[in-house]
């Protein structure tokens, strides 16, 4: 079986899109999904209808649980984040409100005889940022916090992280991964980050999928022209 593997989309129909029709030609059968459906960006509704298109299986992240946050809270942040989590609030239905925010913080699934354990930030906290120069110690954490797994799949950084063939012990080999963010990635490579684990192969590969930023770019500009930052972060490269 092929699972397609997708973080942080954070409201980006457009990214989203390109990430399932890549999907769709690759013939992957499953999405499993680490969290962070809205914020940011203006497309919610859309996003979530991509997804339901497809069998999935998911956490919520830290800009989800803000669809329960107080509104005062949520205003506080727009100079911030934006107004992303405004719009989100106001367009999604009370029933897919409930829905994402009744996501688990942590799901343990198998599939084909593997055990995966999806998380946002971490194993053991969802706020928690764990970047690809963590050290041992951290991967080692995160394998005491999903026992079972044989593989863990997380998001919350916007990097893409790959540690396959991890040993948990002489006779168990763990793969920790991290897809990048679909929605707003932040490593300097323009596109849409997602991966492919093969249940056969027990590998993950790593993809870029590009798409059209503008009508993006354009929303930004007209919906939050005081936060530059959503849309310099969609369009920075390493010489920038």
């Known amino acids: 079986m092929r699972i397609a593997l997708i973080a942080d989309i954070h409201a980006n129909g457009f990214a989203l899109n390109a990430v399932l029709n890549h999907a769709k030609e690759q013939e992957v059968n499953v999405i499993l999904f680490s ?19 497809w069998p999935w299986f998911g956490v919520k992240g830290n800009h989800d649980d803000l669809l329960g946050a107080s509104d005062d809270y949520c205003n506080s942040l727009v100079p911030k984040y934006g107004s992303g989590i ?7 239905s009370q029933k897919n409100k409930s829905r994402i925010l009744s996501l688990p913080e942590k799901l343990d699934i198998q599939i084909d005889g593997l055990n995966f354990t999806i998380c946002h930030g971490t194993t053991w906290d969802p706020n ?63 596109g849409a980050c997602y991966a ?40 920075r490269n390493e010489k920038s």
């Not at 969290?35 to 298109?53: I, R, S, T, W």
């Not at 080692?140 to 790959?162: C, E, R, W």
């Open 128 to 190: 928690t940022y764990l970047y690809p120069d963590a050290d041992k110690n951290m991967q080692q954490k995160m394998l005491m916090h999903a026992p079972s797994a044989d593989v863990i799949l997380f998001g919350h950084t916007h990097y893409p992280t790959n540690w396959q063939g991890l040993k948990r012990n002489p006779s168990q080999t763990v793969s920790i991964l991290n897809p990048g963010s679909v929605g707003q990635v932040r490593d300097r490579e323009p």
């Open 35 to 53: 969290g962070d459906l809205v914020g940011y960006y203006y497309q919610p509704k859309e996003v979530l209808d991509l997804l339901d298109e």
């Open 196 to 235: 492919i684990f093969d249940t056969v192969t027990r590998k993950a590969l790593f993809y870029r999928i590009s798409y059209d930023l503008k009508p993006l770019l354009d929303m930004c500009e007209n919906l939050d022209p005081s936060v530059p930052f959503l849309a310099e972060v969609l369009t």
């Open 86 to 92: 405004l719009l989100a609030r106001e367009q999604l």
